[in-house]
Nanobody, 130 residues
Framework: QVKLVASGGGSVQSGGSLRLSCEVS????????VAWFRQSSKKGREGVAA???????NYTDSVKDRFTVTQANVKNTRYLQISDLKPEDTAMYYC????????????????????????WGQGTQVTVSS
């Protein structure tokens, strides 16, 4: 059974950095696209970063130049590096995955298509204080 585990969240001050991890068990990420979503009471659910199986990325405008999604040296982990954190980044962050044959960067961050993701991590909380 393929599972995702998200980790790396925490409480930081504004301007700080965090690296979130998304680890898959039961498979590797070679044939999966991965997206990061966040959910907060203020903003609701938002797609923030995506990485397809070819290594191409997409980001929502509010996080460009601050968030970077990368592949680890091991094939079962993807990272979301977050820098210059702002209080508005406070949210529960989730990673989700979809087989690459069903992916397109054009819509991976579209929350209206979120039901296409069959694999979800449990979420990791990021809290940013000013």
């Amino acid at each position: 059974q393929v599972k995702l585990v998200a980790s790396g969240g925490g409480s930081v001050q504004s301007g700080g950095s965090l690296r979130l991890s998304c680890e898959v068990s039961g498979d590797t990420f070679d044939r999966w696209c991965v997206a990061w979503f966040r959910q907060s009471s203020k903003k609701g659910r938002e797609g923030v970063a995506a990485l397809d199986s070819s290594g191409r990325t997409n980001y929502t405008d509010s996080v460009k130049d601050r968030f970077t999604v990368t592949q680890a040296n091991v094939k079962n982990t993807r990272y979301l590096q977050i820098s210059d954190l702002k209080p508005e980044d406070t949210a529960m962050y989730y990673c989700a995955a979809l087989p690459h044959e069903y992916c397109s960067l054009s819509w991976l961050l579209d929350t209206r298509k979120i039901e296409r993701f069959g694999l979800w991590g449990q979420g990791t909380q990021v809290t940013v204080s000013s």
